[in-house]
């Protein structure tokens, strides 16, 4: 059975970092993009970054590029994205994906809220 | 960014009816158009992929069409548990983007 499995997420301070991980199990993770999107009830879903399966090609939003950074250890199944200096609208459930053509499979959620 | 444009905003629909959700890109997408189903609190669900193919497990009730711009999902014989939010996204360019979702109420 295909699994994601998010933790990380919480309460952190704008400026601050803060890392969300998301763990694979029940598929060659290594074999896969994958991606990040979060959603918030203002703007909807939104995506994040996407890394491609050896971690070659990495996409960001506009509105997290210089901020985010994704990355992935195959060897541990697991992706992460660290949030560096965060603002007040990073705040949002954050959903890590898989990439089969679609985001076929989703993390449950992690609710991140930059606050001070 | 190609912007998709989800219509209704809402559709009030009884079950058993049948329920047609659009979704229009703002440029072309070739047939790189999904679909997702999100029930309260949970995780968004994948219905279909490339405009009309079904994911593993999702009923035959659930069909996409469309090309280009204009994408059509269709839902038959509605349920009871049918009734959530639905988005379309795209992955013909960057950015990923999503619609604003359509909202399937009884």
């Known amino acids: 059975e295909v699994q994601l499995v998010q933790s990380g997420g919480g309460l952190v301070r704008p400026g601050d970092s803060l890392r969300l991980s998301c763990v694979a199990s029940?598929?060659?993770?290594?074999?896969?993009?994958m991606t990040w999107v979060r959603q918030t009830p203002e703007k909807g879903l939104e995506w994040v970054s996407s890394?491609?399966?050896?971690?070659?090609?990495?996409y960001y939003a506009d509105s997290v590029k210089g901020r985010f950074n994704v990355s992935r250890d195959n060897a541990r199944n697991s992706l992460f994205l660290h949030m560096h200096s965060p603002r007040v609208e990073d705040t949002a459930v954050y959903y890590c994906?898989?990439?089969?053509?679609?985001?076929?499979?989703w993390g449950q959620g992690s609710p991140v809220t930059v606050s001070s | 960014e190609t912007v998709l444009t989800q219509s209704p905003g809402t559709l009030s629909l009884s079950p058993g009816e049948r329920a047609t959700l659009s979704c229009r890109a703002s440029?072309?997408?070739?047939?790189?158009i999904s679909w997702y189903q999100q029930r309260p609190g949970q995780a968004p669900r994948l219905l279909i992929y490339?405009?009309?193919e079904r994911a593993p497990g999702i009923p035959a009730r659930f069909s996409g069409s469309g090309s280009g711009t204009d994408f059509t999902l269709s839902i038959t014989d509605l349920e009871p548990e049918d009734f959530a939010v639905y988005y379309c996204?795209?992955?013909?360019?960057?950015?990923?983007?999503f619609g604003q979702g359509t909202r399937l109420d009884i």
């Open positions: 994906g898989r990439i089969y053509a679609a985001i076929d499979f």
């Open positions: 029940g598929f060659t993770f290594s074999s896969y993009t």
């Open positions: 890394i491609s399966t050896s971690s070659r090609n990495i």
């Open positions: 440029q072309h997408v070739d047939r790189y």
């Open positions: 490339d405009a009309s």
């Open positions: 996204q795209q992955r013909s360019k960057w950015p990923r983007t």
